[in-house]
């Protein structure tokens, strides 16, 4: 079963607070609406934390077109990612280097984001007091870390700051 709808959360740096107005959000949101497809479907676009270094805005979409048939939603993971670099040109924003991109052109990937770090830390930490992953998962939550195992693993801390750790294989050919 495909997803009906198609939601995205964008943001600034929090450097770059102060940069963007609203009419700028809205034309942002109108070129990612024709840059995914879905510009002459139903959407909704709001602002979030307006005025903030967290000031975001989220984009909910109708992937049904007039003639019953779904956007595609395939590859668009690298339209996001062209996408962002449009952006961050056009409006003079801080270039935020993505673990994605990296990996697209086979690069190791160094995070820029100093917020991971403290968690990064309490992380290995516990790590190093952990027996099995329910010790890790235990020592965490006494520190409000989330932890969230899927493909990966995932942790979340108090104040909303996400670190992840996928498990990928490199294939050669």
């Known amino acids: 079963m495909f997803k009906k709808t198609f939601h995205?959360?964008?943001?600034?740096?929090?450097?770059?607070?102060?940069?963007?107005?609203n009419q700028n959000w809205i034309d942002i949101s109108k070129s990612y609406a024709k840059k995914i497809g879905f510009e002459n479907n139903l959407y909704a676009v709001y602002i979030h934390m307006e005025n903030t270094d967290k000031e975001h805005i989220h984009i909910v979409?109708?992937?049904i077109k007039k003639n019953n048939l779904?956007?595609?939603?395939?590859?668009?993971?690298?339209?996001n990612m062209d996408f962002a670099r449009m952006v961050e040109?056009?409006?003079k924003l801080r270039?935020?280097?993505?673990?994605?991109?990296a990996i697209r052109k086979e690069e190791d990937f160094i995070s820029q984001d100093k917020r991971t770090i403290l968690l990064k830390d309490k992380i290995?930490?516990?790590?190093?007091?952990s027996d099995n992953l329910d010790d890790?998962?235990?020592i965490l939550k006494n520190q409000n870390i989330k932890v969230k195992v899927g493909r990966g693993i995932s942790f979340t801390d108090e104040n909303g700051?996400?670190?992840r750790f996928c498990n990928r294989q490199k294939t050669l050919s």
């Open 161 to 163: 700051i996400k670190k």
């Open 136 to 138: 890790l998962i235990f």
């Open 70 to 79: 779904a956007v595609r939603d395939n590859y668009t993971h690298y339209k």
């Open 95 to 101: 270039k935020v280097k993505r673990r994605l991109e």
């Open 61 to 63: 979409a109708s992937r």
């Open 8 to 21: 995205i959360k964008m943001r600034i740096a929090p450097e770059d607070k102060g940069i963007l107005n």
């Open 89 to 91: 040109q056009k409006y």
């Open 124 to 129: 290995l930490k516990a790590v190093t007091f």
